[in-house]
């Protein structure tokens, strides 16, 4: 089991940018894919965007295309979101997530992080 923390959260004006961070606990290997997902009060936990560790092949929901931005760092292995022009329904907790299939499907994913809170005013 690969231990997942997250940061980078806070409270930002509509139209804002942060970064979020995931840092695991060890090093992933070739076929692992790390996601974010994201749960706002009242809803259910929803796909965000993923990464391949190591092909750096890379998928979006709908909602946040052309707005944030998914990498990673390898060598320290950490994954980053980069948010840029930030809704009012970006307002959520924010979760990471490792698995071992290229899906977007929430079941599939075997570590998540604790999650860290974003907040969008208006």
């Known amino acids: 089991q690969v231990q997942l923390v997250e940061s980078g959260g806070g409270s930002v004006q509509a139209g804002g940018s942060l970064r979020l961070s995931c840092a695991a606990s060890a090093r992933p290997f070739s076929r692992t894919v790390m996601a974010w997902f994201r749960q706002a009060p009242g809803k259910e936990r929803e796909f965000v965007a993923l990464?391949?560790?190591?092909?750096?092949?890379?998928l979006y929901a709908d909602s946040v295309k052309g707005r944030f931005t998914i990498s990673n760092d390898n060598p320290r292995n950490i994954m980053y979101l980069q948010m840029n022009n930030l809704k009012a329904e970006d307002t959520a907790i924010y979760y990471c997530?490792?698995?071992?299939?290229?899906?977007?499907?929430?079941?599939?994913?075997?570590?998540w992080g604790q999650g860290t809170q974003v907040t969008v005013a208006s």
């Open positions: 997530a490792r698995a071992t299939q290229y899906t977007t499907s929430q079941s599939a994913y075997e570590d």
């Open positions: 990464i391949r560790w190591h092909g750096g092949s890379a």
